[in-house]
């Protein structure tokens, strides 16, 4: 799949939290940074995604902030 983003950011699926509709998913980018992203379940189980999988997160945005102390 070729998409325009330009945030692919790779991991692996660390777990997932189904819930009646939605389902919690937690991608581990790297030791100790997770990114989690709230997806319906329907698309849980169309993409077959499970503890384990590989996958990139697409970050899609109009503005990104940088903040610090």
Do not use: C, F
């Not at 790297?30 to 999988?53: A, F, R």
């Amino acid at each position: 799949m070729k998409v325009s983003a330009r945030n692919l950011i790779p991991g692996t699926v660390k777990a997932i939290n189904i819930g009646m509709v939605n389902a919690e998913v937690v991608i581990e980018a790297g030791p100790g940074v997770d990114i989690v992203s709230v997806i319906t379940k329907e698309s849980v189980e169309k993409m077959g995604l499970k503890e384990g999988s590989e996958v990139k997160a697409m970050v899609k945005a109009t503005s990104v902030m940088v903040v610090t102390d």
